[in-house]
């Protein structure tokens, strides 16, 4: 069974301008969450999407957003990049119920120069 | 806010030893908890999951749960260098009435861990 997979891998953004990353979870799995990953903060929860929704939202400022397609790839946008974005995304796919399992994709390295 | 905690670190042991790793969290409501393991560079590979009370054993890893005193652990016998990586402990306190989680992990800062031969 094919895992979570994440694009682009890395990307390179100058301050102001916004960004998209995609992820595709595991199949059959209809939840997806975000998570930003820094030296300073750890693993951040972003939010959580399940069929098309937005269910759950961590404390981040708006220019973070999302969303979920009904094939339940999902997509994240940062709107006015800060230098202090640059971080890795990681995104993670699960089922709702028992076991609570969730499953990280690669992760996308953004830089914000 | 929700907090877990990680003992902290670098933990070094040589090989062969057992490595513990603790983890304590603040919500009494959580309900499932994971152990991830993250190399260098890489996305958190998730090892140990545990639900209940007790002790859970996979291989090398056995995850403990007290839930009372809102402590859960990992040991990783027969330690090997392949092991060296940072330990991230995760806590799953969101649910819904009816047991559905709402997809947030609350996660330890990690403990680096290095095996040494």
């Known amino acids: 069974k094919a895992g979570v997979t994440q694009t682009p891998r890395y990307l390179i953004k100058t301050r102001g301008q916004q960004v998209t990353l995609s992820c595709s979870p595991i199949?059959?799995?209809?939840?997806v969450s975000w998570y930003q990953q820094t030296p300073g903060q750890g693993l951040q929860f972003l939010f959580e999407?399940?069929?098309?929704?937005?269910?759950n939202k961590g404390n981040f400022p708006g220019r973070f957003s999302g969303r979920q397609f009904s094939n339940s790839r999902s997509e994240m946008n940062v709107s006015t990049l800060e230098l202090g974005d640059s971080a890795l995304y990681l995104c993670?796919?699960?089922?709702?119920?028992?076991?609570?399992?969730?499953?990280f994709g690669p992760g996308t390295r953004l830089t914000v120069t | 806010q929700k907090e877990v905690e990680q003992n902290s670190g670098p933990l070094s042991v040589p090989e062969g030893a057992i490595a513990s790793l603790n983890c304590t969290y603040s919500?009494?409501?959580?309900?499932?908890f994971f152990w991830y393991r993250q190399y260098s560079g890489k996305s958190p590979e998730l090892i140990m999951s545990?639900?209940?009370?007790g002790d859970k054993e996979d291989g090398r890893f056995t995850a403990q749960l007290n839930k009372a005193s809102q402590y859960v652990s990992l040991l990783i016998r027969d330690s090997q260098p392949s092991d060296s990586a940072t330990y991230l402990c995760?806590?799953?306190?969101?649910?819904?009435?009816?047991?559905?989680?709402?997809?947030?992990?609350?996660f330890g800062q990690g403990t680096i861990l290095t095996v040494h031969p």
């Open positions: 993670a796919s699960s089922f709702t119920g028992p076991p609570y399992e969730q499953y």
């Open positions: 199949s059959g799995h209809r939840s």
């Open positions: 999407y399940f069929s098309e929704t937005q269910r």
């Open positions: 919500d009494r409501g959580s309900q499932s």
């Open positions: 545990i639900y209940s009370n």
């Open positions: 995760a806590v799953n306190d969101e649910f819904s009435a009816g047991g559905t989680s709402y997809g947030k992990l609350t």
